[in-house]
């Protein structure tokens, strides 16, 4: 079942390898990902939900234009209450703020809660932005525009916390292209 729904939110995607090398902390080995390109986003969509990425292993790479949205980004290292599926239990939240002109990591609702965001100002070009993320299993890092400005913290998300979403608030957004990458995962051959 959790294949079938991988499968249908990545439809018309492909299984590629790609060198990985934008961060010294990602071996520059191929590794799968997914790859999906031009649609919208309205509300949150969770991107996982396979064997592939199934652990916080990954790195996010992901090209949006606001269309009307206040906030956009991801959500990672996720976990919701099974009984009540609405009900997120934990979570990290990397976005854009257009109001604010920054990215932010919103950690209120991360596993050990930081009132305080993390936050960097940074302006859109075009209304466009790069986001760059890559969670490892105690750390993230959050680049804006291949390492224009980046904010980084450490993480210690509960053995259940393991979803990561792309997410809206107040309107759309549009995702020229996305690429995940399993990190977990053996390297493809060459």
Known sequence: MKIIAILLLFINCTVLGQNVAFDTLIPKNTYRYFEKKKFVVAKEIALNGADLFSKNNYLIEA???CKSAKHF???VAQWRDKAHPNKVLEELTLGYNVHHKEIYIDRTKSSIPVKKDLVASYHLVNKKIKMQIIVKNNYV???ANNNEVMLADSIAPSPDAL???IFTKRRKVFVESLKI???EDFPTKK
């Open 63 to 65: 090209e949006l234009i």
């Open 73 to 75: 980004g991801f959500k």
């Open 141 to 143: 890092r959050f680049y």
């Open 163 to 165: 979803i990561f979403s």
């Open 181 to 183: 990458w399993d990190l």
